[in-house]
């Protein structure tokens, strides 16, 4: 059995690689969002980004004359199904690219199908483990994690703060960001006093909270997605417990501070540039892509854009630069990536190498505040 | 273990268990007048918010809340008229398994109307960073809300079960729903009422907490269990000792969390409820002859 199956799957590939992948005029791009479910804050501007796009560069002509074909495929967060799409995608519907998953959860279950299929899998989130160890085939667009927590905590030693709590949501993400912080923390002389991980799907935290305040902390950290980053943050002022929140760059969405109302005032978070557009200077590189992505969306779906839906722009837009360089062989548009400087997104300025399949420094991260319901930067 | 903190868990504890007794109580009616476990409890608190939540973008808060409560009910109503009512005969596992298919019908029709967004009631009283001190710790207001209507739901249940006649009518199906036909009672407008109130309680229930734990169209399912676990708790029929299960298993939950990760939270509840099924079937408060006439 296992001898035909190699053969099978050596067959298999000689046909894949030996097939001219584009036959056809379209450009044909799969997209594993999480359109609906827990995670659709993520997946729901990231699909409405994707169409907005593809409309705008088919309207224009297409790349190189070549139309660009989406198919997106709804995950509902759930890693079993970005499996079987991920495998759909590449063995039934050979498309030329996979962008997505929106979870880093998903994101890992698929890595090593992309690479088995040698297709390029741009993903929208923001686990370090996606590109590190790197994959041939895999890249990301969101800045990574240990970036995110080294911001915090290079706030933090400005504040003079020592000795902090960590709280994150049991989920990939969550857990990525643990491991991250805790590895951190040491290096910039910070004491994780107390660790804890919270259910998912948790309504009140009110206990978790009392616990942390027990402990004398002079600061706090929540790291999750998911909308407890509303409500670990009331919790807290209404036990009176008003130490500095600072929470993960999954913070990027104006609702989630809508839903914290007041309590959102003061939480200190890294971003992209994407939220506080406006208030850059005139000169920052960023700032006309920023500006123009950010009003285009606005205009079409009536709803704020968030730093998920410039995830998705970035990889499409990465990928369409390839393509304009490499053409449609997917080995050279590979390279091509890999091989990308200088290009400017929305999560920042990507630098691409073979040892770097994410392409952002750590200036990528602003550190933003929450002030009358708005994002600002927090030093002004 | 300071005193303060000791106190703080108890608040956190109260304001748990008292919610998850309401649902219990839910559970508790209309399982003394069918036998059943409704399993779309859940989805009656689920509904009640997310109404009251939509008409609050017309109303005024109060209204909203008593339209919305009101509305429920009779969602109750037309649910055991359509569903329940009409069964030739009305087997114990099979109206279970109804309520079973009603829940996850009325989380789905909900989630087309509502999304998954995210929503929430504005705090009745203050903003989401007002406290309380009450002693040495300190509380939203909003809990507040949450531990009075709930007491005083329970108690106008007492006096609705034992003072009026309607009331009693109910509780005579309860003990024995043939001696109760016999006496000319109409034992199925005591059961579409039964659903009624349980929806009442469940929506008003969920109108209070939307603004601390906020709604979604799944938020029914946790509480169900929860409510469940309480009802069994406490034994299953009695509101009282509902009230008393919710309290110890909301107090349990919030200690736990000084002593485990608090991943482990729900998983205390479960595991409550095993031991329970498992060591006193009829529940800490329940007396066993009584659960030995009952059918389920």
Same mark, same amino acid.
């Given at each position: 059995?296992?001898?035909?199956?190699?053969?099978?799957?050596?067959?298999?590939?000689?046909?894949?690689?030996?097939?001219?992948?584009?036959?056809?005029?379209?450009?044909?791009?799969?997209?594993?969002?999480?359109?609906?479910?827990?995670?659709?804050?993520?997946?729901?501007?990231?699909?409405?980004?994707?169409?907005? @796009?593809?409309?705008?560069?088919?309207?224009?002509?297409?790349?190189?004359?070549?139309?660009?074909?989406?198919?997106?495929?709804?995950?509902?967060?759930?890693?079993?199904?970005?499996?079987?799409?991920?495998?759909?995608?590449?063995?039934?519907?050979?498309?030329?690219?996979?962008?997505?998953?929106?979870?880093?959860?998903?994101?890992?279950?698929?890595?090593?199908?992309?690479?088995?299929?040698?297709?390029?899998?741009?993903?929208?989130?923001?686990?370090?483990?996606?590109?590190?160890?790197?994959?041939?085939?895999?890249?990301?667009?969101?800045?990574?994690?240990?970036?995110?927590? &080294?911001?915090?905590?290079?706030?933090?030693?400005?504040?003079?703060?020592?000795?902090?709590?960590?709280?994150?949501?049991?989920?990939?993400?969550?857990?990525?960001?643990?491991?991250?912080?805790?590895?951190?923390?040491?290096?910039?002389?910070?004491?994780?006093?107390?660790?804890?991980?919270?259910?998912?799907?948790?309504?009140?935290?009110?206990?978790?909270?009392?616990?942390?305040?027990?402990?004398?902390?002079?600061?706090?950290?929540?790291?999750?997605?998911?909308?407890?980053?509303?409500?670990?943050?009331?919790?807290?002022?209404?036990?009176?417990?008003?130490?500095?929140?600072?929470?993960?760059?999954?913070?990027?969405?104006?609702?989630?501070?809508?839903?914290?109302?007041?309590?959102?005032?003061?939480?200190?978070?890294?971003?992209?540039?994407?939220?506080?557009?406006?208030?850059?200077?005139?000169?920052?590189?960023?700032?006309?892509?920023?500006?123009?992505?950010?009003?285009?969306?606005?205009? &079409?779906?009536?709803?704020?854009?968030?730093?998920?839906?410039?995830?998705?722009?970035?990889?499409?837009?990465?990928?369409?630069?390839?393509?304009?360089?490499?053409?449609?062989?997917?080995?050279?548009?590979?390279?091509?990536?890999?091989?990308?400087?200088?290009?400017?997104?929305?999560?920042?300025?990507?630098?691409? =190498?073979?040892?770097?399949?994410?392409?952002?420094?750590?200036?990528?991260?602003?550190?933003?505040?929450?002030?009358?319901?708005?994002?600002?930067?927090?030093?002004? | 273990?300071?005193?303060?903190?000791?106190?703080?868990?108890?608040?956190?504890?109260?304001?748990?268990?008292?919610?998850?007794?309401?649902?219990?109580?839910?559970?508790?009616?209309?399982?003394?007048?069918?036998?059943?476990?409704?399993?779309?409890?859940?989805?009656?608190?689920?509904?009640?918010?997310?109404?009251?939540?939509?008409?609050?973008?017309?109303?005024?808060?109060?209204?909203?809340?008593?339209?919305?409560?009101?509305?429920?009910?009779?969602?109750?109503?037309?649910?055991?008229?359509?569903?329940?009512?009409?069964?030739?005969?009305?087997?114990?596992? &099979?109206?279970?398994?109804?309520?079973?298919?009603?829940?996850?019908?009325?989380?789905? @029709?909900?989630?087309?109307?509502?999304?998954?967004?995210?929503?929430?009631?504005?705090?009745?009283?203050?903003?989401?960073?007002?406290?309380?001190?009450?002693?040495?710790?300190?509380? =939203?207001?909003?809990?507040?809300?949450?531990?009075?209507?709930?007491?005083?739901?329970?108690?106008?249940?007492?006096?609705?079960?034992?003072?009026?006649?309607?009331? &009693?009518?109910?509780?005579?199906?309860?003990?024995?729903?043939?001696?109760?036909?016999?006496?000319?009672?109409?034992?199925?407008?005591?059961?579409?009422?039964?659903?009624?109130?349980?929806?009442?309680?469940?929506?008003?229930?969920?109108?209070?907490?939307?603004?601390?734990?906020?709604?979604?169209?799944?938020?029914?399912?946790?509480?169900?269990?929860?409510?469940?676990?309480?009802?069994?708790?406490?034994?299953?029929?009695?509101?009282?000792?509902?009230?008393?299960?919710?309290?110890?298993?909301?107090?349990?939950?919030?200690?736990?969390?000084?002593?485990?990760?608090?991943?482990?939270?729900?998983?205390?509840?479960?595991?409550?409820?095993?031991?329970?099924?498992?060591?006193?079937?009829?529940?800490?408060?329940?007396?066993?002859?009584?659960?030995?006439?009952?059918?389920?």
């Amino acid at each position: 059995m296992r001898v035909i199956s190699r053969v099978f799957l050596l067959l298999f590939l000689t046909v894949f690689l030996v097939t001219p992948v584009m036959a056809s005029d379209t450009i044909k791009i799969g997209a594993i969002l999480s359109v609906t479910g827990p995670a659709s804050f993520l997946g729901a501007p990231e699909a409405n980004t994707l169409k907005m @796009l593809v409309d705008e560069i088919n309207s224009k002509g297409g790349i190189k004359g070549k139309k660009i074909e989406l198919i997106i495929k709804d995950s509902s967060a759930s890693p079993e199904k970005a499996i079987s799409f991920a495998k759909q995608l590449i063995e039934e519907e050979r498309v030329f690219a996979i962008i997505g998953p929106s979870t880093s959860g998903e994101t890992l279950k698929i890595k090593s199908i992309c690479e088995k299929g040698r297709t390029i899998c741009i993903s929208c989130a923001a686990a370090e483990r996606i590109v590190n160890p790197v994959a041939r085939y895999v890249f990301k667009t969101p800045q990574k994690d240990s970036f995110a927590a &080294r911001k915090i905590f290079m706030q933090m030693k400005k504040m003079g703060i020592k000795r902090i709590g960590v709280v994150v949501g049991n989920t990939g993400f969550g857990k990525a960001g643990k491991a991250q912080l805790e590895k951190l923390a040491p290096e910039y002389g910070i004491d994780i006093v107390i660790s804890e991980v919270y259910d998912k799907r948790a309504t009140d935290l009110t206990a978790l909270v009392t616990k942390l305040k027990a402990k004398g902390v002079e600061a706090v950290v929540n790291w999750s997605i998911v909308p407890a980053q509303s409500i670990i943050a009331k919790n807290m002022r209404q036990i009176g417990f008003n130490v500095p929140l600072f929470q993960s760059h999954g913070f990027g969405n104006i609702k989630y501070v809508r839903a914290a109302g007041a309590a959102a005032e003061g939480i200190i978070f890294p971003a992209g540039r994407l939220l506080v557009a406006e208030e850059l200077p005139d000169n920052h590189p960023q700032k006309p892509v920023l500006l123009k992505y950010k009003r285009d969306y606005e205009a &079409r779906y009536k709803e704020e854009v968030s730093t998920f839906g410039g995830h998705a722009y970035d990889a499409l837009m990465i990928l369409v630069e390839a393509i304009k360089k490499a053409g449609t062989d997917r080995e050279k548009v590979r390279d091509a990536i890999e091989n990308l400087k200088g290009f400017v997104g929305t999560g920042g300025i990507f630098n691409f =190498s073979p040892k770097d399949h994410n392409g952002l420094d750590i200036d990528s991260f602003e550190m933003l505040t929450v002030r009358n319901g708005k994002f600002v930067l927090l030093e002004k | 273990m300071g005193v303060e903190l000791f106190l703080q868990y108890i608040a956190a504890g109260v304001t748990y268990g008292i919610i998850y007794a309401i649902v219990a109580i839910g559970f508790n009616i209309i399982y003394n007048t069918t036998g059943i476990i409704n399993f779309a409890q859940g989805e009656f608190v689920m509904l009640g918010s997310m109404i009251a939540i939509s008409l609050h973008g017309v109303m005024p808060l109060l209204p909203s809340i008593v339209l919305a409560s009101v509305v429920t009910m009779f969602i109750g109503a037309l649910i055991e008229v359509l569903f329940i009512r009409w069964l030739k005969s009305p087997t114990v596992l &099979r109206m279970i398994i109804i309520t079973i298919g009603l829940s996850i019908l009325i989380r789905e @029709l909900a989630l087309s109307i509502w999304g998954e967004g995210v929503r929430a009631l504005p705090y009745f009283t203050g903003n989401e960073v007002s406290s309380v001190e009450i002693g040495m710790i300190r509380i =939203s207001p909003q809990v507040l809300w949450v531990v009075g209507v709930c007491l005083f739901m329970v108690a106008v249940l007492q006096g609705f079960f034992h003072f009026t006649l309607l009331g &009693r009518k109910m509780r005579a199906c309860a003990a024995n729903p043939v001696a109760a036909r016999l006496c000319g009672i109409n034992t199925k407008n005591m059961v579409t009422l039964s659903f009624m109130l349980s929806a009442l309680i469940g929506a008003v229930a969920g109108c209070v907490v939307s603004p601390i734990t906020y709604s979604q169209y799944n938020m029914g399912t946790g509480l169900a269990i929860k409510g469940f676990t309480v009802a069994i708790l406490g034994g299953l029929g009695n509101s009282l000792a509902a009230l008393g299960g919710g309290i110890v298993l909301g107090i349990l939950e919030s200690f736990s969390v000084w002593f485990m990760p608090s991943a482990y939270k729900d998983a205390i509840s479960i595991a409550i409820l095993l031991v329970i099924l498992f060591v006193r079937p009829s529940g800490l408060f329940g007396s066993k002859e009584r659960m030995a006439l009952k059918e389920f």
